[in-house]
């Protein structure tokens, strides 16, 4: 009975941090419906995104206790990220402020390693944050990727930035050992980060788009290197367990 109760406790207090975001998220729609002028589809989208989101994550918490202040940065970063999810189905307003979404998207990419940082020297690290982190950036890049299609950046290839991880997991459905845990990889950390740093880059107005074009082109190529340098530790791994 105990246990109920704690549990019980635990969901309500996670469905508290998860409310406080949708309200976060809804201000900042807010405010960004006001200060570009758009229309209140975004906000409507944002805070689906949002809302999407949140039920995942509620559905994943699987800890005891405290949301912890790790979680709660990476939930702002989600908060970021819907709001940026929001003003895509507004391509016009894409095209025209590119440098604030670039500038969110960077806010996001920054609260990355803070996120990081806390969950190592104060709240200590767990699966489910490490995954709730790791979907934040997954997402946040397939918008950035949308982003830079809309804004007439650069060509539907680019897409394949933000769309591979997704391929990979649905990959695994069929093989599983491509579920496999992988080693800790400060190549796939930093390839992360690039992906989201230039597709931001990508966005800003005044960057020639030849030279935006070439450094998406070069994140690409760092993308898919890693992802196959990954698929094939994988297969060893299950080789080696199935002989």
């Given at each position: 009975m105990h246990r109920t109760h704690s549990t019980a406790g635990a969901a309500s207090r996670v469905a508290l941090e998860l409310a406080g975001g949708l309200a976060a998220v809804t201000l900042l729609s807010l405010a960004l419906q006001a200060w570009l002028t758009i229309a209140p589809t975004v906000l409507a989208?944002?805070?689906?995104?949002?809302?999407?989101?949140?039920?995942?994550?509620?559905r994943a918490w699987t800890p005891p206790g405290e949301f912890g202040w790790a979680n709660r940065i990476t939930l702002a970063r989600a908060v970021l990220v819907a709001a940026l999810g929001g003003v895509l189905v507004a391509p016009d307003i894409v095209q025209r402020h590119g440098a604030v979404l670039a500038t969110l998207a960077l806010l996001v990419i920054v609260l990355d390693g803070l996120d990081g940082w806390v969950a190592r020297t104060v709240d200590g690290e767990s699966r489910f944050g490490a995954r709730f982190d790791m979907e934040v950036d997954a997402l946040l890049i397939m918008f950035l990727a949308i982003a830079v299609v809309l804004a007439e950046r650069a060509g539907a290839w680019?897409?394949?930035?933000?769309?591979?991880r997704y391929a990979f997991v649905a990959a695994g459905w069929m093989l599983p050992w491509l579920r496999g845990d992988l080693p800790p990889s400060t190549w796939r950390k930093a390839v992360c980060v690039v992906q989201g740093v230039v597709l931001a880059a990508a966005l800003v107005p005044w960057l020639p788009a030849g030279v935006a074009q070439t450094a998406l082109a070069l994140s690409l190529a760092a993308l898919i290197h890693s992802f196959g340098r990954d698929t094939l530790w994988?297969?060893?791994h299950r080789a080696a367990g199935a002989a």
């Amino acid at each position: 009975m105990h246990r109920t109760h704690s549990t019980a406790g635990a969901a309500s207090r996670v469905a508290l941090e998860l409310a406080g975001g949708l309200a976060a998220v809804t201000l900042l729609s807010l405010a960004l419906q006001a200060w570009l002028t758009i229309a209140p589809t975004v906000l409507a989208a944002s805070v689906l995104v949002y809302l999407v989101m949140a039920a995942l994550i509620y559905r994943a918490w699987t800890p005891p206790g405290e949301f912890g202040w790790a979680n709660r940065i990476t939930l702002a970063r989600a908060v970021l990220v819907a709001a940026l999810g929001g003003v895509l189905v507004a391509p016009d307003i894409v095209q025209r402020h590119g440098a604030v979404l670039a500038t969110l998207a960077l806010l996001v990419i920054v609260l990355d390693g803070l996120d990081g940082w806390v969950a190592r020297t104060v709240d200590g690290e767990s699966r489910f944050g490490a995954r709730f982190d790791m979907e934040v950036d997954a997402l946040l890049i397939m918008f950035l990727a949308i982003a830079v299609v809309l804004a007439e950046r650069a060509g539907a290839w680019v897409l394949v930035i933000g769309g591979i991880r997704y391929a990979f997991v649905a990959a695994g459905w069929m093989l599983p050992w491509l579920r496999g845990d992988l080693p800790p990889s400060t190549w796939r950390k930093a390839v992360c980060v690039v992906q989201g740093v230039v597709l931001a880059a990508a966005l800003v107005p005044w960057l020639p788009a030849g030279v935006a074009q070439t450094a998406l082109a070069l994140s690409l190529a760092a993308l898919i290197h890693s992802f196959g340098r990954d698929t094939l530790w994988l297969w060893r791994h299950r080789a080696a367990g199935a002989a």
